[in-house]
């Protein structure tokens, strides 16, 4: 996901003063440092719109970008109250259909005939001359581009837009289409592989989760959907809570109406008939546009149920979403459905994957008077917890609206976490508790490791990758 091996060679400020720092430099949590990066991101959208969405960040800065012939130059108005004359030089460039490198420069201008030492003097800021790089930007009367600096804030903006933003759940007006157009990616180990009467490879136990099994108790895990390792942790936690002799109940964000064909593929052998049974008679695994819920690993993770199940574990896969609400109304439908599993089982461990927003344990201050699932079942069973998932920069299919088509897109995305979920080269992967529940709900982290995207187990002709008008809810 990064450019390896790319230095940052117009970068300028060395040994920056830190009333400066924010120019060329990113903060480094590990060692509370302002530092130069190594690397360079590529983003996973198209140049284009990593373009559009570098021009929105300077225009809601009040300033005016005007764009190059050819579309992949830009430059900004001069930046106010500063002498020499600085402005905004962004280049951009065309790795691939969805790959992108952008590059936002901050360009001091130096009059005409004036000497580089003389102008470096004037300034606390270490600077680099680079001859000839900055030809394509415009003059200013009496002065000339004379050198650039990486500006990393107006970067780190950038990487906020384009891989933060939030996942949607397409949760109606998304009507399933005939199996025949869609197409089943190779099965491999995602589901109903050959060896389908073996118990599951489970892997080594997630570190820290054993103490949060108990009989009765809940565990909400939230987000990343649309990747493979929040799948393949639920399964190693499932391998080990089961292994303790506890019964398990698995809770995923499929809708109810669902549950009848999840019970007769979970009591079948797992062949390639009852593989087709549950897909063809699904309409959320042929949804033309899928979102994370749906993905070949979520998919896997069912058949890895299914044996532990046929390994001689308790263990119970149910739906608890909703078809077709949203909001508040799909808050308390899920809690409900949730609750309705844990009052059938109460004695079961119960491992719940859902959205971020869902799992949350407190009401959001940012939605109105949402009340999100999690807040609804804490309320009513004390024992649960819930996790938010700690991670580095990867990889994930998701669903996002694109402001610039004014269209939802489903695609493998990049996805970067934020400050306080990112997890430092020092942080093994494993669970994580608080000293206290946090704000936002959560009463812990689960750290994974960078993030792979699991695309969805049937997909639409890959030409199709957008829908218009599609109701989405987080």
Request: a negative charge; proline letters at 6%.
């Amino acid at each position: 996901m990064r450019r390896l091996g790319v230095m940052l060679g117009l970068l300028g400020c060395v040994g920056c003063a830190s009333a400066t720092r924010g120019i060329d430099t990113q903060y480094n949590p590990e060692t509370g440092r302002y530092e130069t990066p190594t690397h360079e991101v590529v983003y996973q959208v198209p140049v284009e719109d990593a373009l559009m969405t570098a021009r929105y960040i300077l225009e809601k800065n009040r300033y005016a970008v005007m764009e190059k012939e050819g579309g992949l130059e830009m430059f900004s108005s001069f930046i106010p109250d500063v002498i020499p004359p600085e402005r905004y030089y962004i280049q951009g460039e065309r790795l691939g259909p969805r790959q992108a490198l952008v590059r936002v420069f901050r360009i001091r201008y130096a009059q005409m005939g004036g000497s580089v030492a003389e102008e470096s003097g004037r300034s606390s800021v270490q600077l680099f001359s680079v001859p000839g790089a900055f030809n394509n930007v415009p003059g200013l009367e009496g002065y000339q581009p004379a050198r650039g600096y990486r500006d990393m804030v107006i970067e780190q903006k950038l990487l906020e837009r384009l891989e933060m933003a939030p996942a949607l759940e397409l949760v109606s007006g998304n009507p399933p289409i005939p199996i025949r157009s869609v197409v089943m990616e190779s099965r491999g180990e995602e589901a109903g592989a050959t060896a389908s009467s073996t118990a599951p490879a489970c892997g080594a136990p997630v570190e820290g989760a054993s103490s949060l099994f108990s009989a009765g108790g809940v565990l909400l895990v939230a987000d990343p959907l649309g990747t493979q390792e929040v799948p393949s942790a639920a399964l190693r936690m499932l391998c080990e809570a089961t292994a303790r002799e506890l019964p398990v109940t698995l809770a995923l964000s499929i809708p109810v109406s669902e549950q009848p064909l999840l019970e007769r593929y979970l009591a079948s052998d797992g062949d390639s008939a009852a593989l087709q049974e549950l897909l063809s008679g699904s309409a959320f695994w042929r949804r033309a546009y899928q979102d994370g819920r749906s993905s070949r690993a979520m998919l896997w993770l069912v058949e890895q149920g299914r044996r532990l199940r046929v390994s001689g574990r308790d263990v119970a896969v149910v739906a608890i979403d909703s078809d077709k609400a949203s909001g508040n109304e799909r808050e308390a439908q899920m809690a409900q459905h949730l609750l309705d599993a844990q009052s059938k089982r109460p004695g079961a461990w119960t491992l719940v994957l859902t959205g971020s927003v869902h799992a949350r344990t407190t009401e959001v201050s940012w939605d109105g008077d949402l009340e999100p699932m999690g807040a609804r079942v804490a309320r009513a069973l004390p024992s649960v917890r819930a996790l938010d998932v700690g991670f580095q920069r990867g990889t994930q299919f998701a669903c996002r609206y694109n402001v610039w088509d004014e269209e939802v897109e489903c695609n493998v995305f990049g996805i970067s976490p934020t400050l306080e979920a990112r997890q430092s080269s020092k942080q093994a992967v494993g669970l994580t508790l608080f000293t206290s529940q946090q704000p936002h709900g959560f009463h812990g982290r689960l750290y994974l490791g960078s993030l792979t995207a699991s695309l969805p187990a049937l997909q639409a002709p890959r030409e199709v990758t957008t829908v218009n008008h599609v109701p989405a809810t987080k």
